[in-house]
C-alpha cells in the first residue's frame, strides 16, 4: 500500500516552468515502477512520463524533450520536470505507482497503476 500525494502545480507562462513533486508513504518506494499522468476537463487521463524501480524511463511524444521525470528513493519522492511550457499543458496532473505490472515496462496505461495522489493544478496562459 501506498499513499501519494502531490505538490508545486500552479499558474505560469507560457515558456515558462515548474516542478512537480509526489511524495509517497510507502518504505518500499524504490520498488515501485511510478508515473504522471494528465487529465484535461471531460477528457480521461493520459500518462505524461514513467520512471522504473531501475530509473529507466518512458515519455509520452508530448512530453519528449520538455519534462523530465526523476526519483529520489532515499526520500521516497518523485519529480516532473517541466520546461517550455504550453497552454496545451494546462490539466490536473496525477502522481501513480504501481507494483502488480511490469515493473521494468513502458506501459502509460492507467490500469498499470494501481495508486493515485489526488493530484495538483497545472494553468499555462499564454
Known amino acids: 500500500q501506498v499513499h501519494l500525494v502531490e505538490s508545486g502545480g500552479g499558474s505560469v507562462q507560457a515558456g515558462g516552468s515548474l516542478r512537480l513533486s509526489c511524495a509517497a508513504s510507502?518504505?518500499?518506494?524504490?520498488?515501485?515502477?511510478m508515473a504522471w499522468f494528465r487529465q484535461f476537463p471531460g477528457k480521461g487521463r493520459e500518462g505524461v512520463a514513467r520512471i522504473n524501480r531501475d530509473s529507466a524511463s518512458t515519455y509520452a511524444d508530448s512530453a519528449k524533450g520538455r519534462f523530465t521525470i526523476s526519483r529520489d528513493n532515499a526520500k521516497n519522492i518523485l519529480y516532473l520536470d517541466m520546461n517550455s511550457l504550453k497552454p496545451e499543458d494546462t490539466a490536473m496532473y496525477y502522481c501513480?505507482?504501481?507494483?502488480?505490472?511490469?515493473?521494468?515496462?513502458?506501459?502509460?496505461?492507467?490500469?498499470?497503476?494501481?495508486?493515485w495522489g489526488q493530484g495538483t493544478q497545472v494553468t499555462v496562459s499564454s
Open positions: 501513480a505507482a504501481g507494483y502488480d505490472g511490469s515493473w521494468f515496462g513502458s506501459s502509460l496505461d492507467v490500469p498499470e497503476f494501481g495508486y
Open positions: 510507502a518504505y518500499t518506494f524504490r520498488n515501485y515502477y
